[in-house]
Structure formats: structure tokens, C-alpha cells
């Protein structure tokens, strides 16, 4: 019943079709009415092995695929997760995932991040203190699951700094208010709690004083109003004061100004409003009303680039009133722009951009606020010091679905390489299973038959199907595989699966690209890379600059220049201030000298022709901050006691499932205090003998830690991947690994003789709990 089923040029209908008969076409020898049942039996057979084979094909594609995609995820990139957070907060959010930084100057227009003003936590902290200062890690950690924290506003109180800000709740996943505490200037920050929580979104929490009363008057727009709450218990316990506005407004803040009270803000609600570039304001004699429209509303209602959203709390300064806007021009929040009100009054009003002078990061997504930053409140303190906090992330808005996009199109990308390569290769000669198809069905409904009729749907479903399964046959008849234009499409086919499967890779497992710090106890900080090396390594060490400035976490790169015409900053493409420190000696003791312009304690030594991601870099700094007075390094190795002392390479360590020194080639060390240690009287001998062999100065410095102390002194960290660039340009220090080997040999019994065994020290691999040593 019904009409046939339509049989594409590779074979006849049914599930089995989708694969071809190993005997052509699913043809009998002899095509006997009476040998019918044989012939289905041998075609059922054939079928079978075609099946076999062809899901073998893809079995065999997914394996290779799978593992290109897993190598380079252990290798290559991150897993996109937030290190050291509560598994509760912190979660991918689409809006971004910013954070508050604190910023001191002279002037509004001078402001410099509290890392370039040197502000220490206390004396035995491995800092200074770096921003951001608060994250959505401080909350969570502190009981409040949140996701970020944005639109902070200042409340001073004497010396003490209280921020208000909004936080992304990762529960509800709805904006609340809250507030953090700090009593040293911005060092470490108390976080109280949830200030304001309501049943709708709350955000931009403008927080103000008036007759003695402290006011909070959020952003509420989902409610559809503008509330004004008072403080009943500051910080944390606020009361309705009154509803002074029923519009939507979006960002807005209030003043006073020559005698009357000023309310700015943005309804987005209104008819032939331009989102994001539309500004009104209203007058009042008084912060609760009533509030008159302004004769010029909307002042602004133009492209959402030029600032017309409120972007914080207006200031004074010189006499002069300044108001911050938000240019969301690129993305949501890219960046802040000031504008001097130069006309402000019920009837008229002017204002002109004037440069803020907030310098962005070179460091690109690296930065904290890399990517776009949005929110400033900037106000003076009684000495005279201006302190201002801004807002800041490291990705753009819509960042995690644009990575899901390219990701799952990747991936679906890839899926038709494996097919398209199938077709070539003889593997898969149907695209859709006729069965798959409404005419192939054998026993149809009365319903079906109407259904199926010509002219409906059925039809072009028929037609299409018939012209997917003819699109296989074509493919192969063109594009032979024995030929060089087959061979040549099968190795691009090939390239391109596993490029796009690595891409697939990076967008959905991988971060947004962004290294980020890791921070300790809620708090971040920085550190100083110094590097030893002279002319003929010029060309490496520019690659060494450019990789390793734009790490979040480093402060400055020092290079120890001990032979030939030293080279000029500008000669580098850096993120962060390249200082150029000329030896009169070419010695390798010049790595370990004592070095006053150095602004931190701690110090990553690492060689020039090492090449890791920052994202190694930083889990090490996380690790060495934990008990700064050892050395904690990228590579182990082990020197067992007793018999003749040779020195070996991690092989060895690992053979022997410990370590017990750690190679300060790649190593982070309290500077002061190494540096010390090393220039002392006791160690005299030993930089002698390093001089004498122009070799082994990270072994004698791992000597003269043990020799200082009677627990663990070293610490080992396992890069993702490391790469000794050297290799390729022929000026690598110790080519010859033997030779190498030999003289740092020499180098084990002379200084186990003059500081004592190290055989009797051992740490296991595989100690951490974050499996950062296996």
C-alpha cells in the first residue's frame, strides 16, 4: 500500500541502506523469485559487516578526535573554573564576573590601584596588597554565594572605609546589596554581610548623608519605581523611607546644588528611548520631593558610547562638579567618562567630557579590569587624600554564550568534516536513512495515507531525502581518494577536524582567556620577575618580556645584564616596567644580589629561555604565599644520601617518588631574605666555587636554605607544559647534558661537605590536596 520507497543512486531503502552492501548495491546473483528468503539472508550479512564497519569508522573518528580534544586540554588550557572558591559562588555568570578595586591620588584626576602606592597587610605578609580587593571569593567565602560584585559607593567614617556595592546573588540570581568594612586603609576588607535584600533586583546602592541620616537609594527598576530606604542600624539594617519616584529609573543619584537637590537618572521604559544613552533630570528642595521634571528632559537621548548613563557619585573638585558616565559603546560598561557640569540649574544645563585619566591595564584580559570597567565613586578623606573605588572585568558582557556558540559550532563543524571525510573515503554512503523517511514506512494508517499525499509535506520530505542520499554518491565520484586532489582534500579534512576540535575544546572547557590570580586568605598581591642573561639571547628575552608581563600578577621584570651592549626599554613590548640591571662581572652569582629598588618581597626567578603560561606562574605564587621562607619551584630534583652523589634530571626524582631540592632557575623566593642568605660570610665558599665553574648557584642557594632551617624549605608545582626556547637558537647555556650533569655532580659533594647532606630531606609527590605536585 502506499507508494514505493525511492532509492537513491547508492542503494535501496531501509536502515540498512544507509550503510552499502559489501556486494554493491544489495543485488542477488540471480534475482529468483524462489531464492528471495536466501537473498535476504545473505543481504542481512551484508549489512551486519557494513554496519560494523562503518560505525567502526566513527568509533574510530571519535577516538581520534576525543584524544586530540583531551591532550590539549591537559596541556594547552585551563578548565574553566574559579581556583580556590566555594563551590557555590562564583559560578559562570553571562553579565561578567567583576570585581572592586580601591585606587588613592593627590587629585580625582591622579588616582593610582592601591599595588603602585605600596600598602603593606603586615610585615610578614608575602605583599603589598593588590586589587581587586573585593570579588565574589570574598563573599562566598564569607557565607554569601555570589557571582560578582559591581556598582560600588563609599561611606567614610573617620578612618573607616565602608563600600556598598551590588552583589549577584548565585542562588537566586538576583542583584542584592552588600557592604564590606576596612580599618587599615584599604589593606584587608571585613565582609559584613547582605545589606539590603528585596524581593526584586536591587543594584547601584547610592549611598548618602542628609540632616543627620544615613540614606541608601538603590536601583529598583524591575519594581518599576525609585525608593529611598534609611539606615536604622549602619551598616546593615535599612527601613523604607519613602518612595520618591514611581518610574523605573535606571542608575541614578542625587545632589545638592546652589540651594536645591538634583536627581539624575535614566528610564529606559519610555517610548523612542535609546538604551543606555538616555539621561533625565528632575529638582526638588528636598532629597524625599517632590520632584519636578527639568525644562530640557531628556537631557540626553543619543548613542549609548557618549556617557549618558550614570556611571557613579558625582564630585566636587576646584570648585568644579563632575558627573561619571558609562560608555557601553563596544559592550556593556567599557569603560568610565567624566564630564565637567559646567550649567546647572531647573531650567538649562551643560556639561563637557574632560579626560579621567584612569589609566586601563596593557595587560589586557589578565588585568582584573582588563576588559571594561564601568562604576567610579571617588571622594576626599580628611587628610587631604583622595581615595575613589571603580568596578572592573576581566571579560566583556555575553562573554560565557558567545564562548558556547563557538564552541558547540566547533563541534557541529567537526561532525561535518567526519561525515564529508566518510563520503570520501567510502565509509558513509547515505546521509539520511530511508527509513528515517515517511515513504519507506511499510504499513501505514488511513491517517498516514491522507497525510502522505502529493502536494503535502510528505512530498518535499521525500524529494529531500532523495537528494541528501544522492549528495554522498556525488561527493565520492568527485573527489577520489586515490588521487593527489583526494589525498590533498583528506590531509586539509583532517587538519581541520582536529583544529576545530581544539577550538571546540578551548570555548567550552577552557576559561575566557583570561589568566586570572589566585588569591590567599581573599587577598591578592604581586611579585617582581627577575632574569639573568646577556647579548646573544637578546631575541629571547624580548618573547620572555612580552609572554610574561601581561601576567596578572607581575609587578616589574628586572634583568640582570651581565655581558654586552645592554638593550633599551623601548626595545620591548611590555605591560609592566622593564628594569635593565647592568653587572660590571659576568658571574652567576649576579642573580642572587641584593637588590634595594625592588619593590616586593616576593621574587620569581626565572630563566630566559623558560617559557610557561601565566596561569602556572600564578598557581606558584599562590603556593609560595603560603609560607614564604621556602623556595617553590617548577622543577624537583632529588639527591639521595649516601655512595657518590650524582646529580639527575626529574626522572630520577620521580623514580624515586620525592624531591629535595628545587631548581631556582624556575623558583619563587623571598628576596630579601635569599638574597641575605646568600651574599653571607657562609656562603662565601660556596659562590666561589660557583664562580670557578661558572655553574651551580641554584644548587648552593638550595644549601644554604637547608642548612638554615631543620623543616621543609622547598616546594615543588607542576607547569601544564614549560618550553626551554633556547633549544632552537643554539645559545642554550649547557648543551651538552652530560658534561652539564657532570659538573653540578662535582658541585653535590663539594657543597654536602661544607653545609651538610641534603639525603636525609625528602617530600613526597603528591602531598597538595589541590593535586598541584603531582
Known amino acids: 500500500m502506499g507508494s514505493g520507497p525511492i532509492v537513491s543512486s547508492g542503494g535501496g531503502g531501509g536502515w540498512s541502506r544507509w550503510f552499502h552492501d559489501s556486494n554493491g548495491g544489495g543485488k542477488s546473483s540471480n534475482g529468483g523469485a524462489a531464492r528471495n528468503g536466501n537473498h535476504n539472508n545473505n543481504n542481512n550479512n551484508n549489512e551486519a559487516c557494513v554496519f560494523s564497519s562503518t560505525l567502526a569508522y566513527f568509533l574510530l573518528s571519535l577516538a581520534v578526535l576525543g584524544s586530540i580534544g583531551i591532550l590539549y586540554a591537559r596541556f594547552m588550557i585551563t578548565a574553566n573554573v574559579r581556583t580556590g572558591i566555594t563551590a557555590v559562588g562564583c559560578q559562570q555568570d553571562n553579565e561578567g564576573s567583576w570585581a572592586i578595586g580601591i585606587f588613592y591620588g593627590d587629585s580625582p584626576f591622579s588616582l593610582k590601584p592601591i599595588e603602585d602606592i605600596n600598602v603593606w597587610k603586615n610585615k610578614s605578609a608575602a605583599w603589598p596588597v593588590a586589587?581587586?580587593?573585593?570579588?565574589?571569593?570574598?563573599?562566598?567565602?564569607?557565607?554569601?554565594?555570589?557571582?560578582?560584585?559591581?556598582?560600588?559607593?563609599?561611606?567614610?567614617?573617620?578612618?573607616?572605609?565602608?563600600?556598598?556595592?551590588?552583589?549577584?546573588?548565585?542562588?537566586?540570581?538576583?542583584?542584592?546589596?552588600?557592604?564590606?568594612?576596612?580599618?587599615?586603609?584599604?589593606?584587608?576588607?571585613?565582609?559584613?554581610?547582605?545589606?539590603?535584600?528585596?524581593?526584586?533586583?536591587?543594584?547601584?546602592?547610592?549611598?548618602?548623608?542628609?540632616?543627620?541620616?544615613?540614606?541608601?537609594?538603590?536601583?529598583?527598576?524591575?519594581?518599576?519605581?525609585?525608593?529611598?530606604?534609611?539606615?536604622?542600624?549602619?551598616?546593615?539594617?535599612?527601613?523604607?523611607?519613602?518612595?520618591?519616584?514611581?518610574?523605573?529609573?535606571?542608575?541614578?543619584?542625587?545632589?545638592?546644588?546652589?540651594?536645591?537637590?538634583?536627581?539624575?537618572?535614566?528610564?529606559?521604559?519610555?517610548?523612542?528611548?535609546?538604551?543606555?544613552?538616555?539621561?533625565?533630570?528632575?529638582?526638588?528642595?528636598?532629597?524625599?520631593?517632590?520632584?519636578?521634571?527639568?525644562?530640557?528632559?531628556?537631557?540626553?537621548?543619543?548613542?549609548?558610547?557618549?556617557?549618558?548613563?550614570?556611571?557613579?557619585?558625582?564630585?566636587?573638585?576646584?570648585?568644579?562638579?563632575?558627573?561619571?558616565?558609562?560608555?557601553?559603546?563596544?559592550?556593556?560598561?567599557r569603560r568610565i567618562r567624566v564630564f565637567k557640569i559646567s550649567v546647572l540649574t531647573t531650567e538649562d544645563f551643560e556639561e563637557i567630557e574632560v579626560p579621567s585619566n584612569i589609566e586601563e591595564s596593557l595587560k589586557g584580559r589578565n588585568a582584573w579590569n582588563g576588559a571594561r570597567h564601568h562604576h567610579l565613586d571617588v571622594q576626599r578623606l580628611s587628610s587631604g587624600?583622595?581615595?575613589?573605588?571603580?568596578?572592573?572585568?576581566?571579560?566583556?558582557?555575553?562573554?560565557?554564550?558567545?564562548?558556547?556558540?563557538?564552541?558547540?559550532?566547533?563541534?557541529?563543524?567537526?561532525?561535518?568534516?567526519?561525515?564529508?571525510?566518510?563520503?570520501?573515503?567510502?565509509?558513509?554512503?547515505?546521509?539520511?536513512?530511508?527509513?528515517?523517511?515517511?515513504?519507506?514506512?511499510?504499513?501505514?494508517?488511513?491517517?498516514?495515507?491522507?497525510?502522505?499525499?502529493?502536494?503535502?509535506?510528505?512530498?518535499?520530505?521525500?524529494?529531500?531525502?532523495?537528494?541528501?542520499?544522492?549528495?554522498?554518491?556525488?561527493?565520492?565520484?568527485?573527489?577520489?581518494?586515490?588521487?593527489?586532489?583526494?589525498?590533498?582534500?583528506?590531509?586539509?579534512?583532517?587538519?581541520?577536524?582536529?583544529?576545530?576540535?581544539?577550538?571546540?575544546?578551548?570555548?567550552?572547557?577552557?576559561?575566557?582567556?583570561?589568566?586570572?590570580?589566585?588569591?590567599?586568605?581573599?587577598?591578592?598581591?604581586?611579585?617582581?620577575?627577575?632574569?639573568?642573561?646577556?647579548?646573544?639571547?637578546?631575541?629571547?628575552?624580548?618573547?620572555?618580556?612580552?609572554?610574561?608581563?601581561?601576567?596578572?600578577?607581575?609587578?616589574?621584570?628586572?634583568?640582570?645584564?651581565?655581558?654586552?651592549?645592554?638593550?633599551?626599554?623601548?626595545?620591548?613590548d611590555s605591560a609592566v616596567p622593564v628594569r635593565i640591571r647592568v653587572e660590571e662581572k659576568n658571574s652567576l652569582n649576579n642573580r642572587f644580589k641584593a637588590d634595594p629598588a625592588i619593590k616586593t618581597r616576593g621574587v620569581l626567578e626565572l630563566d630566559d629561555d623558560i617559557m610557561m603560561t601565566c596561569d602556572d606562574v600564578e598557581r606558584g605564587f599562590r603556593v609560595w604565599r603560603e609560607r614564604p621562607d621556602r623556595i617553590v619551584g617548577f622543577y624537583p630534583r632529588f639527591v639521595g644520601g649516601g655512595g657518590r652523589l650524582r646529580y639527575r634530571g626529574e626522572k630520577y626524582a620521580r623514580g624515586h617518588n620525592g624531591y629535595n631540592m628545587i631548581l631556582t632557575g624556575a623558583a619563587f623566593i623571598d628576596g630579601g631574605a635569599a638574597f641575605e642568605r646568600y651574599w653571607s660570610e657562609e656562603a662565601r665558599a660556596g659562590r666561589a666555587l660557583v664562580d670557578g665553574f661558572f655553574n651551580c648557584e641554584d644548587v648552593l642557594m638550595n644549601y644554604l636554605y637547608a642548612n638554615g632551617s631543620s623543616s621543609s624549605v622547598v616546594e615543588y608545582v607542576r607547569p601544564t607544559w614549560a618550553v626551554d626556547t633556547s633549544k632552537f637558537s643554539g645559545v642554550a647555556i649547557s648543551r651538552n647534558t652530560q658534561a652539564h650533569y657532570g659538573v653540578r655532580s662535582n658541585c653535590l659533594k663539594k657543597f654536602s661537605d661544607m653545609y651538610g647532606s641534603l639525603g636525609d630531606r625528602k617530600l613526597e609527590f603528591n602531598r597538595r590536596k589541590d593535586g598541584w605536585d603531582v
Not at 540614606?215 to 519605581?225: A, I, L, R
Not at 519610555?270 to 528642595?285: E, M
Not at 561527493?475 to 581541520?496: D, E, S
Open 131 to 333: 586589587n581587586p580587593i573585593i570579588t565574589c571569593a570574598s563573599l562566598s567565602d564569607a557565607g554569601s554565594p555570589s557571582n560578582f560584585v559591581a556598582d560600588p559607593f563609599l561611606y567614610v567614617q573617620g578612618d573607616i572605609l565602608y563600600v556598598f556595592y551590588e552583589t549577584k546573588n548565585s542562588i537566586t540570581m538576583q542583584g542584592d546589596i552588600g557592604v564590606s568594612r576596612s580599618l587599615d586603609k584599604g589593606a584587608t576588607w571585613q565582609q559584613l554581610g547582605i545589606a539590603l535584600d528585596e524581593d526584586w533586583h536591587l543594584s547601584y546602592p547610592y549611598v548618602f548623608e542628609y540632616n543627620g541620616n544615613i540614606y541608601m537609594m538603590p536601583e529598583g527598576s524591575t519594581k518599576g519605581d525609585l525608593r529611598l530606604y534609611r539606615s536604622t542600624d549602619f551598616p546593615l539594617k535599612w527601613t523604607l523611607e519613602k518612595v520618591i519616584m514611581k518610574k523605573p529609573l535606571v542608575d541614578s543619584f542625587m545632589i545638592p546644588h546652589k540651594g536645591k537637590f538634583y536627581l539624575f537618572g535614566s528610564d529606559h521604559s519610555g517610548f523612542g528611548t535609546k538604551k543606555n544613552g538616555h539621561l533625565s533630570i528632575w529638582h526638588s528642595v528636598s532629597p524625599l520631593g517632590p520632584w519636578k521634571p527639568h525644562k530640557k528632559n531628556p537631557v540626553h537621548n543619543t548613542h549609548k558610547s557618549v556617557g549618558a548613563r550614570n556611571g557613579g557619585r558625582p564630585f566636587v573638585h576646584n570648585g568644579n562638579l563632575y558627573r561619571i558616565g558609562q560608555d557601553c559603546g563596544d559592550t556593556y560598561g
Open 385 to 572: 587624600e583622595w581615595v575613589a573605588v571603580i568596578d572592573g572585568d576581566r571579560v566583556p558582557s555575553g562573554d560565557s554564550v558567545r564562548r558556547s556558540v563557538f564552541g558547540f559550532g566547533a563541534v557541529i563543524a567537526v561532525g561535518a568534516l567526519v561525515v564529508l571525510v566518510g563520503m570520501v573515503v567510502g565509509a558513509v554512503k547515505c546521509l539520511v536513512p530511508l527509513s528515517w523517511c515517511p515513504h519507506s514506512m511499510g504499513k501505514r494508517s488511513d491517517s498516514f495515507l491522507a497525510w502522505e499525499r502529493p502536494s503535502l509535506l510528505s512530498s518535499k520530505i521525500r524529494l529531500l531525502c532523495s537528494r541528501l542520499n544522492r549528495a554522498s554518491s556525488i561527493v565520492h565520484a568527485r573527489v577520489r581518494p586515490n588521487t593527489c586532489t583526494g589525498v590533498l582534500f583528506l590531509v586539509l579534512a583532517v587538519v581541520a577536524a582536529a583544529a576545530l576540535t581544539c577550538t571546540g575544546v578551548k570555548y567550552l572547557y577552557g576559561r575566557s582567556g583570561a589568566e586570572e590570580p589566585y588569591p590567599l586568605d581573599g587577598s591578592y598581591s604581586q611579585f617582581t620577575m627577575l632574569t639573568m642573561t646577556f647579548d646573544a639571547r637578546l631575541w629571547n628575552l624580548k618573547m620572555y618580556v612580552k609572554h610574561y608581563s601581561r601576567c596578572a600578577s607581575v609587578r616589574e621584570i628586572v634583568v640582570v645584564w651581565n655581558k654586552g651592549t645592554p638593550p633599551l626599554q623601548s626595545d620591548f
